[in-house]
């Protein structure tokens, strides 16, 4: 749930921190007080787009801080990034003057995929417009499935779908290319003919061409590796000779100076190292012959791999990456030609399409029965009794989003026929019908934190108690913090919050503050008669809240 959220510099707020409790939390003041400001400081940090227009007047930047209880749901999602599950999950956005925005999880820079993708599962809100959504079919559609968690089921259905129509386009691209097709297969096969003839191998041209070098060059190699040798350890003049006279002469001056012990190092370093020159050398001479027919067999591969090359306009050492590229393309443009085989991957998708859309359309049949008749229950408490709510499923052309249509109808009255909500339902309606449907899918929902901004718009009297009671009624199961300008509603709070605006040093500034019985009592009383207090808005507002 949500623990503390502190707000500073945004829009008219300076700064304010807020701490939370479970249950249900109501917020209330005067119209332009600042109530919503709050939730759209949340949504911000919950990955809500932002603008220059959001810091508060003569400030630089804006920040908001929330701080959340982690649910368990997100412990393997923290763990993939290193983050404790174990402690509160602090979420900070910050906004300068020159729209620049900077994120944080837990101290860590982020981004607003991140932020999002925590608040999907921190908190659910419930815009003030809500009820405008309702007239969108794709909407009815997603709360029917959101309702019935049929969201996996329709994204595999909806995978199904991207599935067969990309199996339809490449039956309908091979019939279309069949002649070019065939044409470069035929191309490809007398290329790889060629090659897998040649069989190039990875690292073969610099081997090859290494050999070939040697062996033209034997005669040479002899000489010079001769001359070297004895240079090194001939019967006199030799550099060995000379290095062992050089040490003995260090040595026997050693008793005199110490200082000389790095010199005679050093020229025993070098003894050893040219002994070894000398043993190397031999060894080289003793492999090293002249080969004609070695070198002609060398000189005839270079000469194949580098005409290879050539032909195919690439350097030689490139030759065996070709072929294996050939040979993939080959394999294919058959299987693109394999008309059998398309038209055969084409049925399975299609079979594999109806089969997951039929799955989806009866799950969703019994979903949309479920969620209408709650609704219709909550209908006849929420001042439209008699009335009905039914969705339809209409049959459609298969799609991406299963083979149905979702319909919302409603009958205002007992008698009257369902009609398609957009035709019939009016304002007040609509409200009612939105809220309605917001409770009942939260009560489903696995959000800790659901929020409510003045959905309860268009709603008055005895309506207006009975949204109360369900809003806290969802609070026992849900943190639940509602926007309201309803005193029936905000009596039924188990914590309730003040907006007010001031002006402060010639500034419009918003603050919030946490009110006490007895505040809470005047708050009620305001709500009731407006900006004079009376005892007796004050009796009903203590009416109110002791009921």
């Not at 917020?27 to 949340?42: C, N, Q, R, V, Y």
């Not at 979420?91 to 729209?99: E, K, V």
Request: with cysteine.
């Amino acid at each position: 749930m949500l623990r503390l959220l502190h707000v500073r510099d945004f829009v008219i707020v300076e700064e304010a921190e807020i701490s939370f409790s479970p249950g249900f939390t109501v917020f209330s003041g005067e119209t332009g007080a600042g109530k919503s400001i709050l939730i759209d400081a949340l949504s911000l940090v919950l990955g809500g787009r932002s603008d220059t227009g959001l810091l508060r007047a003569g400030a630089e930047r804006a920040e908001i801080t929330a701080v959340f209880e982690t649910p368990a749901s997100l412990h393997d999602w923290l763990k993939e990034r290193e983050l404790d599950p174990a402690d509160d999950l602090i979420l900070r956005r910050i906004i300068d003057t020159q729209g620049r925005s900077k994120a944080y999880v837990n101290g860590v820079p982020s981004n607003l995929g991140m932020l999002r993708e925590l608040g999907s599962q921190l908190v659910d809100i419930h815009g003030q417009h809500a009820h405008q959504g309702l007239l969108v079919p794709a909407n009815q559609r997603d709360m029917v499935d959101q309702q019935g968690r049929l969201t996996d089921l329709a994204r595999t259905t909806r995978e199904a779908w991207q599935a067969w129509r990309q199996a339809q386009e490449a039956l309908e691209s091979a019939r279309r290319n069949a002649t070019s097709a065939q044409e470069r297969r035929e191309t490809l096969q007398w290329q790889l003919e060629e090659l897998e003839k040649l069989a190039p191998k990875p690292g073969e041209w610099e081997q090859i061409s290494n050999e070939q070098s040697r062996l033209a060059h034997g005669q040479t190699l002899l000489e010079g590796c001769g001359k070297a040798l004895n240079l090194l350890d001939d019967e006199s003049g030799s550099a060995l000779q000379a290095l062992n006279a050089a040490a003995h002469q260090i040595e026997a001056l050693l008793r005199h100076d110490d200082q000389l012990q790095s010199v005679l190092e050093a020229l025993e370093s070098a003894r050893i190292s040219a002994a070894e020159a000398v043993s190397d050398l031999n060894s080289y001479l003793d492999r090293l012959e002249l080969d004609p027919d070695a070198l002609e067999r060398a000189e005839r591969r270079v000469n194949a791999l580098f005409e290879a090359a050539r032909k195919y306009h690439i350097e030689p050492e490139a030759l065996p990456e070709l072929l294996e590229s050939l040979s993939a393309e080959l394999a294919a443009t058959e299987q693109a030609i394999d008309l059998a085989s398309l038209e055969a991957r084409l049925a399975e998708t299609e079979q594999a399409y109806h089969a997951v859309a039929d799955q989806l359309s009866a799950a969703r049949a019994k979903a949309a029965k479920r969620l209408a008749t709650e609704v219709t229950a909550a209908m006849q408490e929420l001042a439209m009794e008699g009335g009905a709510f039914e969705i339809g499923l209409e049959p459609c052309a298969p799609g991406p989003h299963g083979k149905e249509t979702v319909e919302f109808r409603v009958a205002g009255h007992a008698g009257s026929a369902p009609r398609l909500l957009a035709k019939v339902a009016s304002g007040g309606e609509l409200a009612r019908l939105s809220l309605a449907l917001s409770v009942i899918a939260s009560q489903a929902a696995q959000v800790p934190t659901l929020i409510f901004d003045e959905v309860d718009t268009g709603i008055g009297g005895a309506v207006a108690e009975v949204v109360g009671r369900l809003l806290h009624q969802l609070g026992s199961r849900h943190q639940v913090l509602c926007v309201t300008h309803l005193p029936q509603v905000a009596a039924r709070g188990n914590h309730h919050f003040q907006v007010s605006k001031n002006s402060v040093d010639g500034s419009t500034v918003s603050e919030i503050r946490p009110l006490d019985e007895e505040a809470r009592v005047d708050e009620i009383a305001r709500m009731l008669g407006g900006m004079t207090i009376t005892d007796t808005t004050r009796r009903h507002a203590s009416e109110m809240l002791a009921g």
